[in-house]
């Protein structure tokens, strides 16, 4: 069949992911981050590319900040999330976190101090429990109960998963007697918790609500800042409504930063980030 033939084009990789040594997954702490993650004339393009995705992003954020990466489709936000990530290596330029140059170490090295939801977030057929706690690696016999159930409210959970036939015990699959499913709001925030429970320095959430109403978008920004103020977190999102509560905000064009402020100091300038929040709005603001 069709889905055979598509699936056996990614044999390949599932036979090198097991080929891997297993020191090649670093198990350490996270490394705090005290002063500043910078980017210094980063450049990035893909394979057989004709032109680079991004082109000299220069920026230094620091610990505490809640950044939003707002630009049109294709404009290199989901590709930046990537390298702060350290799923890509960039072409040319430098990464640092606090005095260390990442370009020296290899990239498993910076994972522990990373915590991220991408766009396609894992929907794993294990319990409520193990899908929140699954990322943080090496710590199976220390998850706390509480914190779960802690950090399954702050996300809007707690209620969804208590009804279930085992509580957080129920495992996330109807394929499983006694399992339950949950809607794609519901995953969503279920990735979300996940990246939160690693409790990492840095956090990236791209597109992390693009299931969730605007209300629950509002809440879970404002529920950024409070849960951990000094985490440095950038949030990728297209709802203009919720992203002007963020601290500041990056706006990419063609690969390139055009403009870097507040809501306020990005709305007087009258700039690309006035016009696509107007757009957005349906405003005229004068």
Excluded: C
């Excluded at 101090?113 to 057929?125: C, L, M, N, V």
């Excluded at 914190?147 to 209620?159: E, F, T």
């Excluded at 103020?229 to 297209?238: E, M």
Aim: proline content about 5%; aromatic content about 8%; overall charge negative.
């Amino acid at each position: 069949s069709g889905s055979l033939r598509q699936a056996s084009l990614f044999l390949r990789d599932h036979t090198d992911l097991l080929a891997l040594p297993l020191e090649t997954l670093d198990h350490s702490e996270p490394v705090p981050l005290h002063q500043a993650l910078a980017l210094e004339d980063i450049w990035f393009s893909y394979p057989a590319s004709e032109a680079p995705v991004l082109r000299g992003i220069t920026a230094s954020f620091r610990p505490g900040e809640l950044v939003a990466v707002v630009g049109m489709n294709g404009a290199g936000k989901t590709t930046l999330m990537h390298l702060i990530a350290g799923l890509y290596e960039p072409d040319a330029g430098t990464m640092r976190w606090d005095d260390r140059d990442l370009g020296l170490e290899p990239l498993s090295a910076r994972w522990p101090s990373i915590s991220a939801t991408f766009q396609e977030f894992g929907h794993y057929e294990l319990s409520a429990k193990e899908n929140i706690t699954i990322g943080a690696l090496g710590e199976a016999e220390s998850h706390d109960a509480g914190d779960v159930r802690d950090l399954a409210s702050k996300v809007g959970l707690h209620d969804v998963i208590e009804r279930m036939p085992f509580g957080y015990d129920t495992v996330l699959s109807r394929f499983f007697e006694g399992g339950s499913e949950l809607s794609i709001g519901q995953w969503q925030r279920v990735a979300i918790a996940r990246a939160l429970y690693r409790d990492s320095p840095v956090l990236l959430l791209d597109e992390p609500t693009a299931f969730l109403d605007a209300e629950a978008e509002a809440k879970l920004i404002d529920s950024l800042r409070l849960e951990r103020p000094d985490r440095l977190t950038f949030v990728v999102s297209h709802r203009f409504s919720s992203i002007r509560r963020t601290d500041r905000i990056i706006v990419l064009s063609d690969g390139v930063i055009a403009e870097d402020g507040s809501h306020e100091e990005l709305m007087a300038k009258r700039g690309r980030y006035f016009d696509l929040f107007n757009v957005q709005m349906g405003s005229s603001t004068p």
